[in-house]
């Protein structure tokens, strides 16, 4: 089955950037649906982004104007981009691939996770 390595997660200062990567493997990555979740101490995993597999994108309303998601299906892997971060950002993300119907995402694998820390 498809498999799933993130990296590029560390600490970062308030209103700074970090970008995310998603490395697959398996499966045939230009017709997988990918996205990104995160996970904050104590809370339940959210969506944050996916992007289609024809590149077509959905953003939570929290990072909307701030986070891009994008994919490069040549290196069969995905991106977050994350700039203006706020201490609220601060969880373990998590790369997926799924499938895109309309509007929403569901996943069916995880990568291990990557952590983002955003504090002074």
């Known amino acids: 089955q498809v498999q799933l390595v993130e990296s590029g997660g560390g600490l970062v200062q308030p209103g700074g950037s970090l970008r995310l990567s998603c490395t697959v493997s398996?499966?045939?990555?230009?017709?997988?649906?990918m996205g990104w979740y995160r996970q904050a101490p104590g809370k339940e995993r959210e969506w944050v982004a996916h992007i289609t597999s024809y590149g077509y994108t959905h953003y939570v309303a929290s990072v909307k104007g701030r986070f891009t998601i994008s994919r490069d299906n040549a290196q069969k892997m995905m991106y977050l981009q994350m700039n203006s971060l706020k201490p609220e950002d601060t969880a373990v993300y998590y790369c997926?691939?799924?499938?895109?119907?309309?509007?929403?995402?569901?996943?069916?694998?995880w990568g291990q996770g990557t952590q983002v820390a955003v504090s002074s």
């Open positions: 398996g499966g045939i990555f230009s017709d997988l649906d």
């Open positions: 997926s691939e799924g499938y895109a119907r309309n509007n929403l995402y569901r996943p069916n694998n």
